[in-house]
């Protein structure tokens, strides 16, 4: 060996033997005792009753404390499960999303508070995780994640939660997780029901199930369909719950099973799913899909649960919230406000008629609307306006009702942007929901 080798090696060594020297000085000065178990007596306390359950011990403690867990969501689902695997002392918590505190997360996402407003989601999660416990090691990632990204993320991780709200990011998980070899515990909810499942973990992957994801149209997010947030924390414990058992190799994982929550009736179902597909295209025997996908566009929908604006109508079919407000009191028509019943009762424009775009779609609903429309329509300069929440519904119910009228006069418009653009532009104190 070489002198300078040498010289560069004992340096080396005095630099590792002073940083072993700081973390013996720190549990000197924190009074911190290593049992020969390998857990301090910190540790011990806290954990000691998940410690007394025979199947987990000890040594299941230390499995948890070397664990790994990413959470991809930090919502309704994953702010539960967040929780739950930090209060068991998983030793690595990451958590990936790209959104803000809102104020209409904090009736299911408790691991906010109203301070954390306007906040992004994993550095506030982050800070509220170290503070119920300090010793975990906790990494936010503030970024959708993509094809580009997701598999530098997930290679430092034993287990992946899905706690998102979106097709596309679904299939991206489950593409990435087969490729790695991750197990992938997927939850979702939606009003008073939830569901969960473990794919590729002794069992099928996302895509055996569903090989094909379904129309964008008749996919439905918590911002439109509601959530009690009782209901979406059900599951979000339930994920963290099932991380926990894969970490310890518990048997009975729900792998192979979708369990379905229902919060009407307080009851849970087990349903078997299709075994692993030998032709599935991407665990299959032999692979048809080898490299991760553009996902926006296979699904055909955004990565992200913001709601789109649709353009559906042409120009001469919309006017804006403006416009609308100044023939609003100087000329005749009908505005058909076509949110659903509960969202008309939080608010609604004088004078407007509810006709729900859910029933308006239906044979018998149509043909109310198209009598009431007509009946209108007969009328000299009478114009119909549609208006819903954001813009998108009404521009789907004006298409239906001047394809199902064999309209051209233009005489059925929708109102730009809805109820929302109504509050931004022309009446703050309008709520937005």
């Known amino acids: 060996m070489k002198e300078e080798e040498l010289i560069r090696e004992i340096r080396q060594l005095r630099q590792l033997l002073k940083e072993k020297e700081d973390i013996l000085a720190e549990l000197r000065r924190e009074n911190i005792v290593v049992q020969k178990n390998g857990l301090n007596n910190e540790e011990i306390a806290r954990y000691s009753r998940q410690i007394l359950i025979p199947e987990i011990g000890v040594k299941g403690q230390l499995k948890i404390k070397n664990a790994s867990v990413l959470i991809v969501g930090a919502g309704g689902l994953g702010c539960p499960s967040a929780l739950y ?26 691991l906010y508070t109203s301070d954390d407003i306007s906040s992004n989601k994993v550095h506030a999660a982050a800070q509220h995780l170290q503070r119920l416990n300090g010793k975990l090691k906790v990494t936010p990632y503030k970024l959708q994640l993509d094809s580009n990204n997701i ?20 299939y991206l998980l489950n593409d990435a997780c087969v490729f790695a070899g991750k197990p992938l515990i997927s939850g979702s909810a939606l009003k008073l029901e939830g569901q969960m499942t473990v794919y590729n973990y002794q069992g099928p992957c996302y895509r055996c199930i569903f090989p094909k994801p379904p129309p964008p149209e008749t996919v439905t997010n918590c911002g439109d369909g509601g959530v009690l947030g009782a209901a979406v924390g059900v599951v979000g414990v339930l994920q963290a719950l099932e991380a926990i058992k894969i970490i310890l190799n518990m048997p009975g994982v729900l792998s192979g099973r979708l369990l379905l929550f229902d919060a009407h009736e307080t009851t849970f179902r087990n349903i078997r799913l299709r075994s692993r597909n030998p032709n599935c295209l991407v665990c299959g025997e032999t692979p048809q899909i080898t490299h991760l996908l553009d996902y926006e566009q296979f699904c055909g929908s955004k990565a992200n649960d913001k709601n789109p604006h ?46 729900p775009y859910s029933e308006m779609k239906k044979s018998e609903g149509l043909e109310r609307t198209r009598k009431i429309i007509a009946d209108n329509l007969q009328r000299d300069n009478f114009n119909v306006y549609i208006i819903c929440r954001r813009g998108n519904d009404s521009q789907r119910a004006v298409h239906l009702l001047k394809s199902s009228l064999n309209d051209t006069s233009n005489r059925i418009k929708d109102v730009v942007g809805g109820i929302h653009a109504w509050t931004r532009e022309l009446d703050s104190t309008f709520p937005i929901y």
């Open 85 to 110: 695997l930090a209060g068991a002392g998983v030793g690595h918590i990451g958590i990936v999303d790209y959104d803000d505190v809102e104020i209409n997360n904090l009736h299911r996402q408790l």
């Open 151 to 170: 598999q530098n993320i997930i290679r430092h991780y034993d287990i992946i939660l899905d706690a998102t709200d979106n097709v596309p990011t679904r």
């Open 310 to 355: 649709l353009k559906l109508l042409k120009n001469n079919d919309r006017i804006t919230a403006k416009e609308y407000e100044n023939i609003r009191n100087s000329h005749p028509h009908l505005l058909i406000d076509v949110r659903s019943p509960e969202e008309f009762e939080i608010c609604h424009l004088d004078n407007s008629v509810n006709i």
